[in-house]
């Protein structure tokens, strides 16, 4: 045959993935190949449809207003023809990640089970073939993401997609191979028991297995590989493989001479091939190759983080693996940019949270040189169960098992937050049991941890409550003690947070500490001028991450940080500005970057950097400036690593401004339409940035302006909402003044949340624009507008905010010292310019509680009147949510 036909054929095969070659591949040793096309996907074995993996059938229904999302069964199915060929070879499907009981069915039988959602599994199909090429083997897949109190997550702050969310490869090898068998890793483990700038030794530990029927004498050769391919270290040895049986063999290499030292700065990665020949003819019987990086590390409770001997202050962030409009199904290329934006940021540290994730990840951070934690998601709760902690082990050797080569990785996690929310709160005697139950977990977990991997450190991440991870006597367990701190967000005030790092370092004088977790919601729509704790502004977040960043830098003895997180993802019980999604991302759930990764850009990278933050905020809405009414005065602020920036309005210089934390701000007079702003330093004018903003400009005074268009407001507000869908831009209200618009009587509605101080944080039902409907003014008795005359539609929005259903406060939110709200009954009328248009209006009676209401009507006004509504009580107190008002000519 020839070689064109031979390769057509291999294309078939590989894209099909469902038919092996029609010829016989004389070639020995292992062939790995995708196996994810052309599967079928049913919830009720009934209706089939055509899918690809990765797979997941949440990635749309987590979205909706419906409260929660399909945790069910799931069904894939998928032919796979055989030859006869075949049959001497060992055939495995492995799974890379499937949510989060998985069976794995072969022409009808059961081949294996996995348990666990986030670590990969091999499964043995060859015994469970028919190896006829006319016969199409049977492959389907039974996977649930199901409640299960035995599997960990029980609960968190994300959400559980389900499906074969992870590639999925065919492996095929010779009888005699490295073993699968090892908990889902490839059989080859690496250790660097000894590396200094002059040496650095290698140890490989190989497991070997032999399928066949007849015992076999083999030879097992490692070789290092430098960069350019070059043979710098080698070992052989024999040994006999009895038919049937595994072999464990470990070998230590030839030290290596001056090697070149994996950092951050310089992530050189050798390559270690690991090769099983045939004693007598040497034919390769199976191959792996995996990388290599010579470092060491040590964590210090008094001086921080050293690595290679050198202090290294880790700052970075956690990552969990969904996308916009994907959930976890998420291509390797999309998960790999993660970790180059990290590397963009000027991170060096990735906490992988709160569970292992795709294995390019921490390939990734191998080549980028990111330091990586790993974690088994045992979060906010434990079962009391065998079976719980058998699942917690066996995920535990999982993820040690299978990421135990990557240089990158320097910690190994096992509990979150853990008594965030404790059971049995009603009850100290059984509570305390319970204390104790997860404190025999945790030190099982800590000491098979430390068996399986001597060289690295342990860590568990605990909310703040100092005393009572102390009392349960959870701090004392791990190496590392990480905390996961939102001092001047969920409660308290932001210099809270310092002080709780000092704090540490009197009461745990020997724990290395790391902050796990930190950070603050930035709602990429929401601007503020005056931005406040929970406000979801991005103005806010960035304060917030001045302080934090601050504080970590300038404490030593705080060996890293991992801001809470890259970007934004998927908690489908959340509500807020943003419902189903966590805000806290330095970037989107699509991975835009918010004025937050600027800021950790000027604080972290060290080459020269300035960007106009604000700049993202691109279209604006102001009113004109009582003292000059052809502009309107608006902040903007640039994130610089330098210590000074000039900016520049339309080419005229604002003048000069010293760096305050990394950020620049200046008031600048923007004039109606394009207004182009553009960033320099003095020092090197060369860099730069330049922005163009759009500002719709309202008259200070509207009466007879032939300039008013429209005006959209929101009642009760600080924060600007940046309307993605209609392309507007909603403003905050004021009182009203003459010659203007504004609200009389009233006050801002503030819910029963003391997180927030106005305004707030529910779901609202029938719209995707939450944040129109969540303020408002309470008990106003008019709102006028003195706009000239003409024809104009005038849309009002409600939402009763008070009354409906019950819901359990979320475990994240550490500040739950929520009032009990009291249902309200308001009925009100609303008369326009004298005449009636709403009557007997009653939201939470006619249209249901958070609930989306908007009226419009169309007014002509004439002879200098204006427009004035009338809010008339017939019970209660009436509401105004927001309003838009349009000149129609």
């Known amino acids: 045959m020839s070689y064109f036909k031979q390769f057509l054929f291999f294309l078939c095969f590989l894209f099909a993935g469902a038919a092996f070659s029609q010829e016989k591949n004389l070639v020995t040793g292992r062939t790995r190949i995708g196996f994810n096309e052309h599967w079928s996907f049913s919830k009720d074995e009934k209706t089939w449809e055509n899918i690809k993996l990765p797979h997941t059938w949440n990635a749309k229904d987590v979205m909706d207003d419906e409260p929660g999302y399909y945790r069910g069964f799931g069904w894939y199915k998928k032919e796979l023809s055989t030859k006869p060929y075949r049959k001497g070879k060992e055939i495995f499907l492995c799974f890379e990640g499937a949510n989060q009981e998985t069976e794995v069915y072969v022409n009808g039988t059961l081949a294996a089970k996995h348990a666990g959602g986030y670590t990969g599994f091999n499964v043995p199909l060859h015994q469970l073939l028919k190896f006829d090429g006319d016969f199409k083997n049977e492959i389907v897949i039974k996977v649930t993401n199901r409640f299960n109190e035995d599997i960990a997550p029980l609960t968190a702050d994300f959400t559980f997609f389900g499906g074969i969310y992870r590639k999925v490869d065919l492996l095929i090898t010779e009888p005699i191979h490295f073993s699968l068998a090892d908990h889902g890793a490839a059989g080859v483990y690496i250790n660097t028991p000894l590396v200094s700038d002059e040496k650095g030794k290698v140890q490989v530990k ?138 963009q940021m000027g991170g060096n540290f990735l906490r992988v949270a709160h569970y292992p994730q795709d294995p390019v990840i921490l390939q990734a951070c191998d080549r980028l ?45 096992y509990m979150n937050e853990v008594l965030l929310r404790p059971k049995f709160s009603g009850d100290k005697d059984r509570q305390h049991l319970y204390f104790e139950h997860i404190r025999e977990l945790a030190q099982s977990l800590e000491d098979l941890t430390r068996k399986e991997d001597p060289l690295r450190y342990t860590m568990m991440a605990f909310h703040g409550d100092f005393d009572r991870y102390t009392k349960v006597g959870l701090t004392k367990i791990p190496m590392i003690v990480g905390w996961n701190l939102y001092q001047g967000w969920y409660g308290g005030e932001l210099k809270g947070f310092g002080q709780f790092l000092d704090k540490h370092r009197k009461e745990l004088p020997d724990k290395p500490v790391m902050v796990t977790e930190f950070g603050a919601d930035a709602d990429p729509r929401i601007r503020s001028f005056v931005p406040v704790r929970f406000d979801k502004s991005v103005e806010y977040a960035l304060k917030f991450s001045q302080v934090y960043l601050n504080d970590i830098l300038s404490r030593s003895f705080v060996s890293g940080a991992m801001v809470w997180n890259l970007a934004d993802f998927n908690s489908e019980t959340r509500e807020e500005t943003m419902p189903h999604i966590n805000n806290k991302g330095l970037l989107t759930l699509g991975r835009e970057p918010k004025d937050t990764y600027y800021l950790y850009q000027a604080y972290l990278l060290k080459q020269p950097f300035l960007k106009i933050a604000s700049g993202n905020w691109t279209e604006r809405t102001g009113m004109a400036d009582s003292t000059n009414g052809m502009v309107s005065t608006q902040q903007i602020q640039v994130a610089t690593n330098f210590s000074s920036a000039e900016l520049f309005l339309n080419g005229k210089s604002l003048g000069i401004q010293f760096s305050k934390d990394h950020l620049c701000t200046w008031p600048v007079p923007f004039q109606a339409g394009w207004n182009q702003v553009r960033a320099v330093n003095p020092e090197q004018p060369g860099i730069e940035d330049v922005e163009e903003i759009r500002l719709n400009l309202l008259p200070y005074l509207i009466t007879g302006s032939s300039d008013f268009a429209a005006l959209h407001v929101l009642l009760g507000a600080e924060r600007y909402f940046i309307d993605e869908q209609e392309h507007t831009l909603w403003i905050p209200d004021q009182a009203y003044r003459k010659g203007s618009w504004g609200y009389i009587g009233g006050a801002p509605f503030k819910g029963t949340n003391n997180r927030i101080s106005y305004g707030s944080d529910k779901n609202i039902l029938g719209t995707d624009r939450d944040p129109i409907y969540q303020t408002q003014q309470v008990g106003l008795s008019a709102y006028k507008m003195d706009v000239p005359d003409g024809t104009y539609e005038l849309t009002l929005f409600f939402s009763e905010l008070m009354g409906g259903p019950d819901k359990e406060a979320l475990a994240y939110n550490l500040d739950n010292n929520h009032q009990k709200e009291i249902q309200e009954q308001r009925i009100f009328n609303v008369n326009v310019n004298g005449k009636s248009f709403l009557n007997n209006l009653n939201l939470g009676e006619d249209y249901g509680y958070a609930t989306a209401v908007q009226k419009s009507l169309k007014i002509n006004v004439v002879n200098g009147t204006g427009i004035l509504l009338d809010f008339v009580p017939q019970k209660g107190k009436p509401v105004l949510n927001a309003l838009s008002l349009r000149r129609i000519n």
């Open 206 to 343: 190989s497991l070997l297995e032999n399928a066949s029927l007849k015992s076999k004498s083999i030879k097992l050769i490692t070789t290092v590989y430098d960069q350019q391919g070059k043979a710098i270290s080698s070992k052989s040895s024999r040994a006999d493989l009895p038919s049937g049986g595994k072999i464990t063999m470990v070998q230590d290499l030839p030290e290596v001479k001056q090697p070149h030292l994996w950092s951050p700065e310089h992530p050189y990665l050798y390559r270690v091939v690991s090769q099983i020949l045939d004693a007598k003819d040497r034919t390769e019987l199976d191959l792996i190759s995996n990388s290599l990086g010579f470092r060491w590390f040590k964590f210090d409770a008094e001086k921080g983080f050293f690595l290679n001997g050198k202090p290294l202050k880790l700052v970075g962030a956690s990552r969990h693996q969904d996308y916009e409009g994907l959930g976890n199904a998420v291509p390797e290329s999309l998960q790999i940019r993660d970790v180059e934006l990290i590397k």
């Open 369 to 413: 040189g990111i330091l990586a934690s790993v974690e088994i998601p045992v979060v906010n709760a434990i079962t009391e169960s065998p079976a719980f902690t058998k699942n917690c082990k066996n995920m535990l050797l999982e993820m040690i098992r299978q990421n135990f080569n990557h240089p990158s990785v320097v910690v190994w996690a």
